[in-house]
C-alpha cells in the first residue's frame, strides 16, 4: 500500500511539474524577432557507441593520422576503407574492441558531404562497425558501379606498347577494386590470357610447355609472376642502357646536326644562280640612242670612213696598220666621191 502510495505521489507530481511548465510557456510573451532566430536543438548521432567508448580519449596526432573521405564522385570508396582500417589498427586499445574503435574514429574521417550524409542517418540506428560500413557502402558504392568493374575485367586488353608486368598490375587492379566479381580463378585467369597480345600470348605458351590447359591455377599464376619479374629486370636494363647510350652520343648528335645544316647551306648557295657582272651601257655612236648598239643603228650607211673610225675608236676597236695605208693612199679619190657633201661627224664621242 505504500508503494502504491508513494508511485501515485510521484506521478501527480510530475503532472503538476508539467503543468506548471506549460502554463509559464504559455505566460511568456513572444516577441517578431523569435521567429527569425534559429532553434539550435541537440543532434543525436546515428552512431551508438558504448560507454567504455565514449570514455576512450583518441589523441589528436591519432586523429590526423585518419583518412579522410569528402563524400565527392572522384573518390574511391572501397580505398578509403581499407585504409581507414589499416591505419585504425596501429592505434592502442585500452578496454575496447577494434570494431568499437573503428565506430568512434568512422565520426572523424567523414567530411563535407559524408559528414552530412551521416547527419541524415536516423538516430540511434548504426550499433556495430558492420552495420556502418554496409550503410557506408551502400551509399557511396553502387551496384553500377560493381558492373562495370566486372565488365572491365572480362573485357581486359593489353595496350600496344604496354610491358607485360604493367598489364599484369593493371589487372590486379581491377581486381582489388572489385573484389566482389564472383568469378571463379580458371576463369580470371583465363580473361586475362586472352586480353594479351600476340607475343605476350606466345611468351606464356613457351614458358608452359606450349599448352597452359593443362596447368592448374596455382601453376599458371607461378608462371605470370616469373614473367611480371623478367618483363620489369628487362625494361629496368633497357632504360639504363639507353640513358647511357644518350649520354656517349651526345657530342655525335650535336656534330650530325652541325653538318646537317652545313649541308643544307651549301645546296641552297647552288640553287641561287651566279650573280650577272654590271656592265656599263654605251649609247650608239652614230645616233646616241641608248636602245641599241652600234651594229643595230640604222643609220649605219651614213656615216665617212672617218666617222667610221670614230665609231671603231669610241667601240675601243684598235685600227690595223695596214687599214690606214690602204686609207691614206685612196683618201684623194675616196674624197673626191663626197664633194659637195659635208662630211659625218659623230654627234658626241662617249669614249672619254
Known sequence: ??????SDF????EQSTNKEKKEIAHNTPT???DFARPIIEATNSAIVLPTAVHNYILKPNDANLLPLYHGMPNEDALNFVRDFCTQVQTFLLLNITEDQL?????QYALKDRARSWSLSLPPNSITTWNEACEKFMLKYYPNHKTQELRAQIMEFTQGADEPFHEAWDRFQELLRQCPQH???????NRFFYDGLGQTSQFIVDNTSGGNIARKTVEELNQIFQTLVESSQQKLVRGKRVEASAVSQNGDL?????????????LKMSKMEPPPIPMQSVQPCAICGDLSH???QCNRMGEYTPEGQAEVHSAQGFQSRPQYGQSYNQGKQNFNGGWRGQQPYAPQQNFSQ
Open 1 to 6: 500500500m505504500k508503494e502504491e502510495a508513494s
Open 102 to 106: 573503428k565506430l568512434k574514429c568512422f
Open 31 to 33: 516577441y517578431m524577432g
Open 10 to 13: 510521484a506521478y501527480r507530481s
Open 293 to 295: 648598239g652600234v651594229d
Open 253 to 265: 648528335q650535336k656534330q650530325l646536326s652541325s653538318i646537317m645544316r652545313e649541308v643544307q647551306q
Open 182 to 188: 564472383q568469378l571463379a580463378p580458371t576463369m580470371v
